[in-house]
């Protein structure tokens, strides 16, 4: 299994120092930024695809509105891995621990703060929130993957979360 953690850490020091507005129209400078090919901006999903040297190398950008093509619609989330995705193999729990444990500590580095969250269910995963950006490493059954998040989406997360364990 291979894993671009240098690569990866690459990409969130960039999102970190980026003049995020949380629109479509932040994909191209910031694709352009961090050398990765950007499709589809005039599609109601727009596709990225990362330089990481990792077998799937798709970014997600998750896209609120999905009825219009408009490129001022607000961006909620981008994921994309920082490992090979490796299927059919039950005993990977130690291989990406190792990888989820040096990308942990190299966005440490990068971001220069330590993590405001951690959780080990359903996924291990840690979370470190700048001024404009939450970001996330998070380890699966098959994966190591980041996600850069709206600080704005991120609250309204948050506040899903609580209304349903006030309930």
Excluded at 134 to 155: E, F, G, K, N
């Amino acid at each position: 299994m291979r894993a671009d953690i240098e690569r990866a850490a690459q990409a969130v020091r960039a999102a970190a120092e980026f003049d995020w507005t949380w629109t479509v129209n932040d994909l191209h400078p910031f694709c352009d930024q961090v050398g990765w090919q950007l499709s589809g901006l005039d599609e109601q999903v727009p596709a990225a695809t990362t330089n990481l040297e990792v077998n799937r190398p798709d970014a997600l950008l998750y896209v609120a509105d999905v009825s219009t093509t408009e490129r001022s619609r607000p961006i909620d989330q981008i994921s994309f891995r920082a490992s090979d995705v490796v299927l059919g193999q039950n005993d990977l729990g130690p291989e990406l621990d190792e990888v989820f444990d040096a990308l942990a500590q190299r966005v440490f580095e990068v971001l220069g703060r330590r993590p405001v969250d951690w959780w080990i269910e359903p996924r291990r995963g840690l979370r470190w929130d700048t001024q404009n950006l939450v970001v996330t490493t998070t380890i699966s059954a098959t994966s190591v993957y980041i996600d850069l998040v709206s600080p704005a989406y991120q609250r309204w997360n948050e506040e899903i979360e609580q209304n349903a364990h006030d309930e």
